[in-house]
């Protein structure tokens, strides 16, 4: 059952490993097949060296498992409300890496301060509010899920694939489970580069609002023209 | 002679070289048989890729030597001190990693500021105050334990498995030889991360209580829903 | 057809991989034939590791491809005009290593802190002004080479080899492709030591005249006294 | 002749390659015959995969090459410098390594925050001043060494092993080769979490006197206890 999402969702987590965004089982990435309402998701606590498609759990979106004997990943729920309100969305990449998860700790925005960000993010790439004490009591991965949502209320999370969860880290997503890990793998490349300009001047200026449309639309959208093909 | 803590043992002062967390021979880990009342640790001053089980020294918990040729670390005293007060634990790690030493350089405690700190260390990793004169002029090894003893007088070594020696480095614990090393790896990476928040934003704040509290439950203590089992 | 630069600019792209100065496909390096005007250039978007030889692209000095099936590197029309303002250069590299690209996104040029920097570059690197919105969104990729030009209207760029363009990334050049990519790294280097001087001492004052002169002059030139034999 | 040092030198200038000290051919290692009164050292600017110990340069105290066909290191006049006054090394280790060359670029001595700069400098790491303009026109490597001796007046260079040229790098030296190159790491990661404890804290304080006498001699003299054997 889903043999191919399975394969496509480990490899999105190998990617997270083999890229160094994963220390030991920190991190998660999934899939969801839209035309059968099916996720795929990395099991929880399980040593990466270990996995094989077959660890793979997969559920509806509701969380109920429908195959697989192990526990699906804790941030499961956070995932299944990133599915159900973004409806381009084809795989969802979540890490601890470093400077993403520096951003998200300091909560600040990343400013767009160079085209690399602007390759991939069509603005600054937000951060959520702290969740409430009765949010975090309740269904806490789902209410992550909510405040991602709320965030993204008037943003669009296809032309801005990755948010900073207060406190906690990055979430980031894409068409498919491979474009969801590549997002995460540029996120933290932009937070690292970011923190480094205020390093070098606190006073650093976002790119102009033409530069940063050009790059964005020079990889996505009708005109695009980076690439031997089309991105999108 | 306790052939598999030895084992385990080595095994763990490995995982500190992998990690690179170890630089030449700064670094040591132990396990103790409570049972036995014997501690193995890592001899002094020998270069890993030569160590193998049998390296290891066996001692009592005064520091007496009861198997083998080689000295023991000169750390040995305050692993020994760490083992007599604190009933629960089973390993203790000592490194120079790079981010956990500079915090410990520096004086100041780690904050929690975010989710991957509070899934560890339940509160601010501490840091000890000075050793006095008279202290390094004596037992300096067996006073640092005392330190760190002191430091946990109102804390709990079991919620919050690691220390910050002032002017000195990190020393970490856990239920076994390989937890304490697994503490000292996490314990770097929440101090390097929590130096680039503090970049980001100088002003950073702790995570919420509620927070803190949800994610080290979440992981530990009866309720402990992540991974496959409970981890406790 | 310009086989053999087709090789060294292949061995000069995978040289900026090799240093871990690229991220995906961030990066391009080109070379130039003079005696036909014609240039070499990596193809855009494609993995490096499937890169051989024969997917360099071959265009004239308008842009025009004379050999190749593939789209030439996005960035392409930079090159041409450094080409064609550069007489002496051979080759050319562009990265967004992460030191150097946040010096581009402070918008600052990296003084000259020590004898590593004047070996290499003979003050210090300059950045571009912003691109205009007319700019923009006129042939961005050739705008941003006569940005380039009109930084060194009094800057020698066979001393300077390299330039940081605002809010983008290093660009850098030489007498080949491979020393426009040993160049590159030589940047990044550069700019992360003098992001951390910085940090240490934010007064910190660049290098005397005399000595940027002796260390640059130690290497280049008729009286170099570097390596075993002539650098230039 | 001198076959057993020219290995020496040739292992310690690789060791400067393996723990990722040099870059390109940034960094010469040298070792000396106290009995025969010659030096051996790497050639100049060869690519560090293709020496062999047949490639180190012997020379005399003067300068002058006895024995190889290279040219020696452009700085071996200023390892010579070191070797005719400072009567008990053996060996000279010069690098351009990131964080100690930031602080020779800061022009800042590298204070002593913790014991493992107190194990292996026994004070805080010098920095010399700039260069006369006069000395930089002159026998520039001579007079750098000149002034690293001058630097050196008041201060024992048995027991602070290092130096920070101003606005250059650091130079080591040790007993040994080995020892001057294993000197030379150990700076780099002083270097480093220092860097990395001003940014938390900007008034940390330098480790007490006691303390510091006390991890010193815990590894070197009369009464070192660190290690299997004594270090000296």
């Known amino acids: 059952m889903l043999e191919e999402l399975r394969k ?10 083999r890229t160094g965004l994963v220390l030991y089982t920190f991190g998660n990435a999934s899939g969801i097949s839209r035309n059968e309402g099916l996720v795929a998701i ?3 606590g399980v040593p990466y060296e270990k996995l094989t498609p077959a660890h793979m759990v997969v559920t509806d ?4 498992v429908v195959e697989g004997n192990l526990r699906p990943s ?10 159900k309100h973004f409806p381009n ?9 470093d400077f993403a998860t520096a951003w998200a700790q300091a909560e600040r925005p990343i400013p767009c301060f160079g085209t690399t960000h602007a390759d991939y993010f069509h603005g600054a790439v937000p951060v959520t509010e702290r969740l409430k004490a009765s949010e975090i009591a309740g269904d806490y991965e789902q ?20 948010v900073l969860v207060a406190g906690h880290a990055p979430f980031c997503w894409g068409a498919s489970p491979a474009e969801a890990a590549h997002n995460a793998v540029i996120l933290e490349y932009v937070a690292k580069m970011a923190l480094h300009t205020l390093s070098i001047n606190a006073e650093s200026r976002p790119l102009a609002r033409e530069l940063h449309d050009k790059h964005f639309l020079r990889k996505h959208g009708r005109d695009a023209y980076y690439g031997q093909v089309k991105t999108k």
Do not use: W
């Open 61 to 64: 979106l509701s969380g109920k």
């Open 42 to 44: 990395k099991p929880s």
């Open 8 to 17: 496509q969702v480990l490899e999105a987590n190998l990617e997270l490993v």
């Open 89 to 97: 969305i084809g795989g969802v990449a979540h890490t601890h890496s």
């Open 74 to 83: 804790s941030d499961m729920a956070t995932h299944l409300e990133l599915y």
């Open 143 to 162: 209410e992550t899920g909510t405040a991602i949502c709320r965030t993204f209320a008037k943003l669009d999370p296809d032309a801005i694939p990755a």
